[in-house]
């Protein structure tokens, strides 16, 4: 894409800021946002380098997605899928790429993001892709903190401009939740449409 990395920052700085503004999150989201840290993921300050944040989640990987099918128009019908999710390095760990496949009544999703780390802004972007599309999605730009991945961007949908945040938590070593959420209103309010949960698969012993 064209974009360069001064829009990236400055895209990534309004939306940080909007979403410190929000002052309705969902319900399911707080929870997440209120635990501790894991013990098992490092500790984050702004000025580490964060390359090795997605260590943990190199693997395979059972996911159970849910997808609302029609977001910021009041409805509330959800499709579901199950299917895997395999992560591997890039770069020596400097960039991952994660495959998503899963099927279910509303259809089949084939999907991978290409996650970039940038060593001077130490941030990530996630290049998120589908094969129905065949392009490249507008990256979502963020970091971990204190274990929790927190991830931003602007994008149109039905001609609005919206806000999105895609959230990392992981719950376990074994197991990962991923949440995205849109926002019309400027981050005021947020409405949960993607909600996966990955479960690890443990390699054989024999």
């Not at 929000?22 to 894991?38: G, H, I, K, L, T």
């Not at 390359?51 to 943990?56: G, P, S, V």
């Not at 990392?168 to 909600?195: C, H, M």
């Amino acid at each position: 894409m064209p974009n360069t990395a001064s829009r990236f920052r400055t895209i990534f700085a309004f939306c940080a800021c909007a979403a410190a503004a929000a002052v309705a999150w969902p319900a399911r989201v707080d929870a997440q946002s209120n635990a501790s840290s894991p013990p098992f993921v490092q500790q984050t300050s702004a000025n580490r380098d964060g390359q090795a944040d997605f260590d943990f989640e190199i693997g395979t990987w059972k996911t159970h997605l849910r997808r609302l099918l029609k977001p910021l128009t009041g409805s509330t019908t959800w499709a579901e899928y199950d299917g895997t999710t395999a992560v591997r390095r890039v770069w020596n760990g400097r960039a991952n790429l994660v495959e998503l496949e899963v099927d279910g009544p509303a259809g089949h999703i084939e999907a991978l993001s290409l996650r970039l780390y940038n060593p001077q802004s130490r941030q990530w972007s996630l290049n998120f892709a589908n094969s129905a599309a065949g392009t490249m999605a507008v990256p979502t730009l963020g970091e971990f903190r204190n274990g929790r991945g927190e991830f931003y961007d602007q994008e149109t949908l039905n001609g609005r401009a919206i806000l999105v945040r895609f959230l990392i938590l992981p719950v376990s070593a074994d197991t990962i939740r991923f949440e995205q959420a849109y926002s019309d209103d400027g981050g005021k309010t947020w409405e949960l449409n993607w909600v996966a949960l990955d479960t690890r698969v443990k390699e054989s012993t024999r």
